[in-house]
């Protein structure tokens, strides 16, 4: 397994102008590693739907590079959208997923047969044009870059080390993050997007 | 005996609202009455329609693409607006985006008794989230369309449009 911080300060090295969704509890430390704030953005949560949205905005910005860091406790939520993904065809998106084995917020309770999965499998056989998975940080590093540059959707699956947490929800201490209205608007802004 | 046909809701008329409206995509599920539609709006160049696998997806996806700058709507069946209630939470009201959703009503009719729990459900859903909604059951009700996109675009909320024509449907 590989530290989630391993892969974004690698992973960052290669990001060029992509627009970068984080999500799930080990996309919380990203912030520490992008360089390009105004590009990353957060599309909110419901039930695994962020993916959905990462699609929507990959085919909306058909010349911007899309870059979303899922979890494999949403994309169990919502496995379907892998055949949407793959239907659509979007050249531009890249779906990395930090497969930490757990639900990690809640607890570190497993996810449904969270160590015989083949999430890239699923991937690739969903119609993705190509899929990855690596458990070794020098693996990965020798291929993001050919990651980066390849015809999307391109599904790359990471097994990382599980951030757990055990502090009651009203007890644990977030860092400050901007909200997703703020994140959308510097996004918009940054791409001359009209708000109206 | 006579029997004169009951007005209907045309294909036709549902894309010339989009078109007039700015309509860039459609995400969909289409049901077992829209075939018609569906390819209908496929022909269209001026429009991307993006099939989904489950409803909740269609009300991200359509998030993604405001985000963009684009104009979608959201085309499903009543069944799967229910299904979606934490999409339509997460990714529409509380995003503060306009968006059109345009909901086939089944089970709904304005003769006969209801029989069908989809369309006993519809507009107790709609108001539990406070989703206002128009419905829509032949062309002259068409303009009805616009004022919801009007009205969408006013308060940056979703507004529904009830298509009561399910049993019609936009087959031929």
Known sequence: MIHAEDVFRVFQEHRGD??????????????????NENRDLNLGGAMGQTTSAALGLALGLPDEKVV?????????????????????????????????????TTGGQPVPNAQEINYAGVAKESGYSSAYSFDDLEEFATNVEEIMQ??????????????????????????????????????????????? | MVTQQAAVLSPEAMVEEFQKNGVTHVVTIPDSETNYLYELMK?????????????????AIALGLLVAGQTPVV???????????????????????????????????????ITDSAARYTEPFLNAFRINYYLVEQNDDSPRISTA?????????PVAILVGDEYHGFNR
């Open chain 1, 150 to 196: 390849a015809t999307g959707p391109v599904f790359v699956a990471i097994k990382v080390v599980p951030q757990i947490e055990n502090e009651p929800i009203g007890m644990r201490v977030r860092p400050p993050t901007r909200s997703r209205a703020e994140t959308i608007r510097d996004l918009q802004s940054e791409l001359g997007i009209s708000a109206d």
């Open chain 2, 75 to 113: 085309l499903i069946q009543n069944t799967g607006m229910m299904e979606s209630g934490d999409s339509i939470r997460g990714m529409v009201l509380d995003a503060g985006f306009p968006l059109v959703m345009v909901v086939g009503y089944r089970g709904w009719n304005r003769h006969g008794v």
């Open chain 1, 68 to 104: 979303l860091f899922d979890s494999e406790g949403a994309l169990l939520m919502n496995m379907g959208i892998l055949a949407t993904i793959a239907g659509k065809k979007p050249q531009n998106f890249c779906h990395i997923l930090l497969d930490n084995e757990c639900y990690a």
């Open chain 2, 149 to 157: 996109f009007e009205e969408a675009r006013a308060t940056k909320r």
């Open chain 2, 43 to 59: 022909d269209q160049p001026w429009l991307d329609v993006v099939p989904a696998s489950r409803e909740g997806e269609t009300f």
């Open chain 1, 18 to 35: 992509a627009i970068v969704i984080p999500t799930g509890t080990s996309g919380r430390r990203w912030g520490e590693f992008s360089t």
